[in-house]
């Protein structure tokens, strides 16, 4: 099995202002040093993303923290009369490096369909960002145990049409839609299960070299005190976190376990 980087990305959704984001920043850049053998990824709404760029970096424009920068959400256009949105090329040209591509909130919330994260997911790959391709069933699916049939049709959506190197420069990210702000995570098992079955079907997508390369996160109620656990499980390679990625220690206790499971 390769060695596969762990990441922890926050997601702050719609959440702080523009003080508590700055401030928030430096206090994650500050203990970044603290979490080793982990990429860590913030992406604030869109109005903060340059005032978190700025403050990740020295005067010379250099980030010493190593902590990166992603959007929420992208349009698949580059540019044109689409009133709101942001384009790829937009975020790149703040700072990012990743956007979140179909949040179970965009999914339920915001009427995006598998077509539509497979359209915008391309097109953030196409602008040089990574993709965070977001997946995960209700509770519902989950009790009828459709579960898995619901994954792998949102992965084979979601990823229609993708290269093994568009799939190696992806990142997915597994978000039950029932643990997440709910409190309730997975056990370390369901989660793994559903990891391992992502990865298999990854396989079938591309090969097995390109699947084993992919990083795969867990989201859902991610906390300092459940990470470590979730961290072990061989499939398992980082987080997505929404609430727990609002206070820096938090945070960085997630980075931390994720680092040293690595
Ligand atoms: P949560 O959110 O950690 O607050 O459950 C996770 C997510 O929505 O990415």
Redesign the pocket.
Known sequence: MAARRRIVAG?W?MNLDHAAAVALTKDVAAGAASCTGVDLVLCPPAIYLEAVASALQLADGSSPSGVTLGGQNLHDQPKGAFTGEIAPAMLVDVGCRWC?VG???RRTLFGETDQIINTKAKAALAAGLTPIV?VGETLEEREQDRTAAVVTAQIDGSLHGFSAADLAGTVI?Y?PVW?????KVATPEQAQEVHALIRSRLATLTDAATADSVVIQY?????PDNAAVLASQPDIDGA??????LKADDFLAIGKHFGAAG
């Open positions: 997601n959704k979140i949040h179970s909130e977001c990210a978000e643990a997440i702000g709910t409190g989201g859902g109620s991610v906390k997505l976190v929404g609430g727990a990625s």
